[in-house]
């Protein structure tokens, strides 16, 4: 997504219009109806455009024949469409109907901080947030690049970028790390090199990826992050690219399959080969998926393992028990159906498992509201959703209320 915007159209703009804080209003009049400053609020899953700040990240690049591929790129195209592939039309983009995406490009800041500590911050502000994991944009389709050594030194360069040069300006900001899981070895060395850095709550599998969890080649890496106490989640994307995908002629279509096929079908791989057995203190998160999904495969695994059971040996519950104790973030939240809802959140033990994700700044975001206004959840239960689960699978213990809402 580009961030630029033609000289043309900037001419007689009012630059104080374009602001964070502004756009949210209404997320603000929400906030104090609901009184969510009095909720410890965490959203484990909003992004930021990183894309913005190429500039910066490509000089982390370690290897020198890519880092200057990658500036030749940016010259030629104004960004870094040749390294990281190319995007598509009529997708995520919304044909810029959505305003905040391209205006955050001409947004004043304070400019004695990172630009994207002041955009977060406000939006975070907004909401009511108190933590946000952060996590790209673009580069979440970087698993799908014909070439496994660009991942894995684009990888590197935006995880060093984003802990020597962001998280260290804002302790309310905190990042799950890009694992380049199309090489192993390249995942373990990047959980020692940066599991241990400031802000590091765990680490990250975009899910388009077709290598099989359960390689065994990958055991060490999951085993280094039970060690460390590290959760792991698949973040859900999309591949228009993908063969049976291909066969759709919108992209209503991809979006809601996509999100939600590659994060079924590693679940699925990880539990009928047993690796919650394996590795049973090892937290799993599933994110950007939604939920409708959840109930449908422990259903269709319960099923096939009651007659099938020879074919996954490990395994001493139910596939459903496994799911669980698994952990999932809600969005997009399936609002149309609330009886369906409530029987989901009952399937999943939503009271402990569930966790709050706004997705900010994408065009299907959620609000805390989303949870707050669920007329079948109590208050002990919209606590644990909005913000005590995560403190507990992210060990933010001692952690107060930070966030501040703008007044009306």
């Given at each position: ?28 009049a929400?906030?104090?109806a609901?009184?969510?400053?009095k909720y410890?609020?965490v ?37 870094a ?11 995520q ?13 001409i947004?004043?800041?304070p ?7 002041s ?22 389709g970087l698993?799908?690049h014909?070439l ?15 802990v020597?040069?962001?998280?260290p300006?804002?302790?309310?900001l ?19 090199d940066?599991?241990d850095k ?36 698949f ?9 049976a ?7 209503i279509s991809?979006?809601?399959?996509g ?36 109930p449908f ?6 099923n ?43 399937m ?9 994700s ?16 669920l007329?079948?959840?109590d ?30």
């Amino acid at each position: 997504m580009t961030l630029t915007i033609p000289t043309s159209e900037l001419q007689g703009m009012n630059f104080e219009e374009f602001d964070t804080t502004k756009f949210l209003t209404h997320a603000s009049a929400q906030a104090r109806a609901r009184n969510l400053d009095k909720y410890f609020i965490v959203d484990v899953d909003s992004h930021h455009y990183e894309n913005a700040n190429y500039k910066e990240i490509v000089e982390f690049i370690e290897d020198p024949i890519l880092r200057h591929h990658a500036k030749s790129s940016m010259t030629r195209r104004s960004g870094a469409s040749g390294i990281l592939g190319g995007g598509g039309i009529g997708s995520q983009d919304m044909a810029g109907r959505i305003t905040r995406y391209h205006t955050r490009a001409i947004e004043k800041t304070p400019g004695n901080e990172p630009r994207d500590i002041s955009l977060t911050r406000r939006w975070m502000d907004a909401m009511g947030t108190d933590i946000a994991m952060l996590f790209p944009t673009p580069m979440l389709g970087l698993g799908t690049h014909p070439l496994v050594e660009v991942e894995i030194q684009w990888a590197r360069a935006y995880n060093r970028w984003l802990v020597e040069q962001l998280l260290p300006y804002e302790p309310r900001l905190r990042s799950m790390l890009y694992l380049p899981f199309n090489n192993p070895k390249a995942c373990e060395k990047m959980i020692e090199d940066f599991g241990d850095k400031p802000g590091v709550s765990g680490f990250m599998i975009t899910s388009s990826h077709s290598r099989s969890v359960h390689d065994n080649d990958y055991m060490k890496s999951y085993a280094m992050l039970e060690e460390r106490g590290l959760p792991l989640a698949f973040h859900g994307i999309y591949n228009w690219d993908d063969g049976a995908f291909r066969t759709m002629n919108r992209f209503i279509s991809v979006h809601a399959l996509g999100f939600v096929f590659y994060n079924m079908l590693h679940c699925i791989n990880w539990i009928i080969n047993g690796l919650p057995e394996r590795f049973p203190k090892l937290k799993i998160i599933w994110m950007e998926s939604g939920l409708a999904w959840v109930p449908f495969v422990m259903q269709r695994l319960d099923n096939e393992y009651h007659m099938r059971s020879n074919e996954a040996p490990a395994l001493k519950m139910k596939p459903s028990e496994y799911m669980q104790q698994m952990f999932y973030s809600i969005q997009p939240l399936e609002v149309t159906n609330l009886r369906a809802l409530e029987v989901t959140f009952e399937m999943i033990n939503a009271r402990t498992q569930l966790l709050y994700s706004s997705d900010y700044p994408h065009w299907d975001f959620d609000l805390p509201s989303v949870i707050y206004d669920l007329p079948f959840l109590d208050e002990e239960a919209k606590r644990n959703i909005l913000g005590e689960n995560s403190r507990r699978v992210f060990n933010l213990q001692g952690i107060g209320k930070l966030a501040t809402i703008p007044a009306a």
